[in-house]
């Protein structure tokens, strides 16, 4: 059965720092790796999307990255900024449906 | 493209009516839908998997019975949830895979949410 982890579960950093969000699953059949924000009370936004043939994805001030053989991702955020204070999900795609982490939640402080 | 709507975004009900969600994809054709659950400041649970013109597949522990998913097109898929209780007030999520339509098949695209409250 296919387990997320994602760690840390917070971090609150001051604005313009660059981070580091993880994500760890067990199965390495994957699909695909998606990292997603979620701002309080709302729904899902996706971010950036990593075929398993892929080793990493960009999008402007975000990067994730994929080592399916560790069963490991990560998500680089540059030059933080207080807009981005969210929670952030992973979530793997194998013969299952989604399956997500709990999540980190980011608290940029300006 | 690839947008997904829900419809509504929030409602509250009194203990024991019934709330019908639609999940809407509005600019492709969704074979399967999913139906997720959040609880505050926890991750999505995912509770039954939609295949138009199929029976729902549910996940352990989900009431069939409770929590009733309908796929009547490639568009819509309806949770209605029955004889609600306060224990079912949660935040609802669908998400629908376009079977790759879009070239990256397998990934999810997701409504907004539905937040119930039941008194």
């Known amino acids: 059965k296919q387990e997320v982890t994602q760690i840390p579960a917070a971090l609150s950093v001051p604005e313009g720092e660059n981070l580091v969000l993880n994500c760890s699953f067990t199965?390495?059949?994957?699909?695909?790796l998606q990292w997603f924000r979620q701002d309080p009370g709302k729904g899902l936004t996706s971010l950036l999307l990593?075929?398993?043939?892929?080793r990493e994805q960009t999008s402007g001030r975000l990067n994730a990255s994929l080592d399916k053989s560790s069963g490991r991702s990560t998500l680089y955020i540059a030059a933080s900024q207080p807009g981005d204070s969210a929670t952030y999900l992973c979530?793997?795609?194998?013969?299952?449906?989604?399956?997500f982490g709990k999540g980190t939640r980011l608290s940029v402080i300006a | 493209g690839a947008v997904v709507s829900q419809h509504p975004s929030r409602v509250i009900c009194k203990s024991g009516t019934s709330v019908k969600i639609e999940c809407r994809s509005l600019?492709?054709?969704?074979?399967?839908m999913f139906w997720y659950r959040q609880f505050p400041k926890k991750s999505l649970m995912l509770m039954a998997t939609?295949?138009?013109?199929?029976?729902?597949?549910?996940e352990q522990g989900v009431e069939k019975d409770k929590f009733l998913i309908n796929h009547a097109s490639l568009t819509l898929s309806t949770l209605t949830v029955t004889s609600a209780h306060p224990e079912d007030s949660s935040f609802y999520i669908c998400?629908?895979?376009?079977?790759?339509?879009?070239?990256?098949?397998?990934?999810?695209?997701f409504g907004p949410g539905t937040r119930l409250t039941v008194l």
């Open positions: 998400s629908a895979n376009d079977a790759g339509t879009s070239g990256r098949p397998y990934e999810q695209f």
């Open positions: 199965d390495s059949a994957i699909y695909n």
């Open positions: 990593i075929q398993s043939s892929q």
């Open positions: 979530a793997v795609a194998g013969n299952t449906p989604l399956v």
């Open positions: 600019d492709f054709q969704a074979t399967t």
């Open positions: 939609s295949n138009e013109g199929s029976k729902a597949t549910y």
